[in-house]
Nanobody, 121 residues
Framework: QVQLVESGGGLVQPGGSLTLSCAAS????????MGWHRQAPGKQRELVAI???????NYADSVKGRFTISRDNAKNTAYLQMNSLKPEDTAVYYC???????????????WGQGTQVTVSS
C-alpha cells in the first residue's frame, strides 16, 4: 500500500513563509513526477508546481518567484517552500506523485490527504 502524507501547513501572516513536505511510503519501485496542487473554497483544484525525477520544475504563474519545489529522491519526499505568502494562497494543498510499484511496468497517480494553508492577519 502506497501512502503520501503531507505536513507543514498552518496559519501564517501575509508576507510570511511556510514549507510543506510530502513523504511517500510503502512498496515503491520508483517515483516519476511529484507535484503540489491546491484547492481554495469554491474553486477548482489547480496545479501549483511540479518536479520531475531529474529535477526539472514548472510553476503556476501565480506562484513563480515565490514558491520553490524540490525533492529528495533518497527519502521519496517532495517539498514546497512558500515565501511572500498572500491571502489568495489560502487553500488546501495536495501532494501527488506518479509511482511505479514493484514488478509492474507503468506508473499510477497517488494523492495525499491534503494540508490546510491559511494566510491571514
Amino acid at each position: 500500500q502506497v501512502q503520501l502524507v503531507e505536513s507543514g501547513g498552518g496559519l501564517v501572516q501575509p508576507g510570511g513563509s511556510l514549507t510543506l513536505s510530502c513523504a511517500a511510503s510503502g512498496s515503491i519501485a520508483s517515483i516519476n513526477d511529484m507535484g503540489w496542487h491546491r484547492q481554495a473554497p469554491g474553486k477548482q483544484r489547480e496545479l501549483v508546481a511540479i518536479i520531475t525525477s531529474g529535477g526539472s520544475t514548472n510553476y503556476a504563474d501565480s506562484v513563480k518567484g515565490r514558491f520553490t519545489i524540490s525533492r529528495d529522491n533518497a527519502k521519496n519526499t517532495a517539498y514546497l517552500q512558500m515565501n511572500s505568502l498572500k491571502p489568495e494562497d489560502t487553500a488546501v494543498y495536495y501532494c501527488n506523485a506518479a509511482i511505479r510499484l514493484p514488478l509492474l511496468h507503468g506508473f499510477s497517480g497517488y494523492w495525499g490527504q491534503g494540508t490546510q494553508v491559511t494566510v491571514s492577519s
